[in-house]
């Protein structure tokens, strides 16, 4: 432990303060002023502290866990309080949430420990370091002593804390956003520097450290490297073909394939499948892995592509990529039953970063490196369109409907790699409507034979801020057994039930479609849809990537004009 560690209290201070406020200018300057201060007095905790801020304990893309459920800590709380886990199961209901609860009892539990031992920073982050490194035979024992040990020093203020950490819920409103901000204000580098830094190593903890000790020398130096997975690149709606190639002068027309975005990385012998979630999904398609090994000669890369699942060489439903990505068993098994085609569309790094090159000359090592096996391993099909020749993206999308894929993209040649960015050098053209990626916040219970069914759902988008707008409610477009499903996923979601309704923490993604958008005083968007029905649950995307305040009000407008 270094010398000058700082006390978990001093987190506690932090969050308290953070959650005080709701405006995200003076979130920024208190979060500014901590990290200041801890790189003055403990600058070696200060990439801790930075992923501690927004209650992570590892980088976005680490592929290590904690592996705790709401069980479990309830069970280590009534162990370290002295009550049964049905009072703490009742104490969450009334207070809301676990961290609220276990502020309420262990305030009862502090009379009788007076001589309590003091936690640092170094300790919470310590055991809960050593939580995740427990696998195989009586793990969630070990897990549970460890928590125990680590809760029976915690004031009840810590405990409100820690165990929202541990279940990856913080609450005091701070997202990666307002860090980057905190971390420029912090060591008075741009903001657009820590951006790019983020962005490419997806580290805040190590973006903060070497803004404090090498300025923006440091973090322009920070690069991507294989092993690591850096945020992808997103596409705008294109407002029309035409329109779109004249914007970028000519363009890269691709077909857009519907499956699930990997970026792979290969560093040395590994290699390793991250999702748009920044999630490792390796083990779950080996036969990628081995394609990209046949295919690709050995050397540290990093390429881009969408897995897609085929049958007879036709593109089928997406729902069955889910099935194999989310496997852990009998994957042997599921890949003969469900086959899967990579079409790769982009490199990132070969041998050297090579996202600041054009995209076409990106796309032309691309074809130079692959070597193509034909239903397995492909290059996306691309055409190179210009204002003139423009029907032939036109005869591009058409056939890639008529294949069954979703559609087309189109990409500017002169464009470098934008991690992270959804921009217009890259956008899609797709068949089917429009649909919003929302949230579920709340739902009502259904009434007679669907009593203990949740049937409708309150569904939420983000704000500039990243806040939570509510914007409509859906009932309808799940069969029974996804009905049944999402009910089930819900219930350990909910924080509060009262009469049919009740309030759930935010998780669970819905992609919906909808006939119109209208205007609405009664959600706080200040919109709503007409008709809404769920097409898909959406796990392959996070709460950052839900649709947002400004695309529903753009669609708004757009829909005024037609
Ligand atoms: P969307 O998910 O609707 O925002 O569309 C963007 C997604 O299309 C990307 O994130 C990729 O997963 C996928 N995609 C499919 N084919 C391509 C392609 N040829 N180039 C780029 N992205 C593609």
Redesign the pocket.
Known sequence: MSKSAMMYEKLVELYDALDSTTKRLEKTAILSDFLKMVGDIDPENLPVVTLLSLGRIFPTWSEEELGIGSKLLMKAIGLVVGVTEEEVEDQVRDSGDIGAASQELFKRKVQSTLFMQHLSIDKVHQNLVKIADISGGRSQYKKLEILRELLSSASPEEAKYITRTVLEELRVGVGEGTLVDAISQAFNVPKETVDRAHMLTNDLGLVAKTAREEGVEGLDKLTLKPGKPVK?M??QLSPGYKESIKEMGYALC????????VQIHREGDDINLFT?RLENISNAVPEITEYIKKSIKPANFIV???IIVTKDGKPISFQYILQRVRRKYEIDRLREEIPLTL?L??VLYYEKPTLDEPFKDRRKLLEEIVEVIPGKLEL?K?VKVTPETSDLALNLFNESIEEG??G??L?DPNAPYTPGLRGKR?V?W?ATPETLDLVVVGGTYGKGRRANLIGSFLLALQDENKELKTLAHVATGLDDKTLLELSKMSEPLITRKVGRKVEMVPSIILEVAFSEIVKSPEYESGYSLRFPVVKRIRTDISIDDIDTVERVESMFANMKLI
């Open positions: 992808h997103l596409a691709e077909t857009k394939y519907d499956g699930i975005r748009r881009e592509g969408e079409y569309f982009d996306s691309q894929h979703e087309v993209m990409k890259m899609k797709k």
